[in-house]
C-alpha cells in the first residue's frame, strides 16, 4: 500500500459524460500527478500539482481538467467523454518539487466509457 | 523530448533463474533520474528501484539491481533467484525535472516478465 488513495476504483459511463476521478496523496505530500494509462498509449503524464498550484502539463487533452484543493486533494475532470478516454487513471504524490522525487502510485481509476 | 524504450515486450524465466531486463533511453539533459516500477496483475504501479544520473555507482535493492551505463544511455534491471511474485509488467521510467519546481516520468512501453515454477 502506497498510501495514495483514488477514488472510485471502477466507473462506467457513457459517452459525452462527465466525470470526476478524486485522489488523496500520501500524508505529507505536496505534489500530486496524473497519469493515464490505455492499450495504444502506454503511461502517459497529464498534469502537475504542487501545493494547490499548477506546475507541469503533458499530453492532457483540452476536455479534461484538474486541481488541487487546501487539503492537498486533487480532482481530475474528463467531460465530454469519448470512447477513447477508456483507460486506467493513475494518481501519484511526492513529498516536494526538488527534481529527484520518487514518485508513490495509487491503485488507479479504471474507466470505461461506452 | 525525452524516450524511453524498451525492446523486450515479453520475457518468461524459470523460478529462482536471474533476468535482465533492458532499457534504454534519449536525452539531452545531464541530470536525471531513473526508476523502474512494477505492474502486477493488480495494476498497482510499485516502485522497484531508482537511479540517479550523477551516481555512478549502480543502485542495488535486495534482489533487483541496475546497471547503469550513463555514456551508452542505458538502464538495464536484474532480477537475482526470481520468484514467482516478481511476475508482472516492468516498466522503465525517466524522470525529467522540466523547470524549477516541476516534473514528469517518461515511461517504456514496458516488459512483460513471466516467472515459472
Known amino acids: 500500500d502506497s498510501g495514495v488513495t483514488q477514488t472510485p476504483k471502477h466507473l462506467i459511463t457513457a459517452t459525452g459524460q462527465r466525470v470526476t476521478l478524486r485522489c488523496s496523496p500520501r500524508?505529507?505530500?505536496?505534489?500530486v500527478y496524473w497519469y493515464q494509462q490505455s492499450l495504444d498509449q502506454g503511461l502517459q503524464f497529464l498534469i502537475q500539482?504542487?501545493?494547490?498550484?499548477?506546475?507541469a502539463k503533458g499530453n492532457i487533452l483540452e476536455r479534461f481538467s484538474a486541481q488541487q484543493f487546501p487539503d492537498l486533494h486533487s480532482e481530475l475532470n474528463l467531460s465530454s467523454l469519448e470512447l477513447g478516454d477508456s483507460a486506467l487513471y493513475f494518481c501519484?504524490?511526492?513529498?516536494?518539487?526538488?527534481?529527484?522525487?520518487?514518485?508513490?502510485f495509487g491503485p488507479g481509476t479504471r474507466l470505461l466509457v461506452l | 523530448a525525452q524516450t524511453v524504450t524498451q525492446s523486450q515486450p515479453e520475457m518468461s524465466v524459470q523460478e529462482a533463474e536471474t533476468v535482465t531486463l533492458s532499457c534504454t533511453y534519449d536525452?539531452?539533459?545531464?541530470?536525471?533520474?531513473l526508476f523502474w516500477y512494477k505492474q502486477p496483475p493488480s495494476r498497482q504501479m510499485i516502485l522497484v528501484i531508482r537511479?540517479?544520473?550523477?551516481?555512478?555507482q549502480n543502485a542495488t535493492e535486495n534482489r533487483f539491481s541496475v546497471n547503469f551505463q550513463k555514456a551508452a544511455k542505458s538502464f538495464s534491471l536484474k532480477i537475482s533467484d526470481s520468484q514467482l511474485g516478481d511476475t508482472a509488467m516492468y516498466f522503465c521510467?525517466?524522470?525529467?525535472?522540466?523547470?524549477?519546481?516541476?516534473?514528469?516520468?517518461?515511461f517504456g512501453q514496458g516488459t512483460r516478465l513471466t516467472i515459472n515454477p
Open positions: 500524508s505529507g505530500d505536496l505534489s
Open positions: 521510467a525517466f524522470s525529467s525535472y522540466l523547470i524549477q519546481g516541476a516534473q514528469k516520468l517518461v
Open positions: 537511479q540517479e544520473a550523477y551516481k555512478q
Open positions: 500539482y504542487y501545493n494547490g498550484e499548477e506546475r
Open positions: 536525452t539531452s539533459e545531464s541530470n536525471y533520474y
Open positions: 501519484a504524490s511526492s513529498v516536494g518539487v526538488a527534481g529527484d522525487e520518487t514518485q508513490y
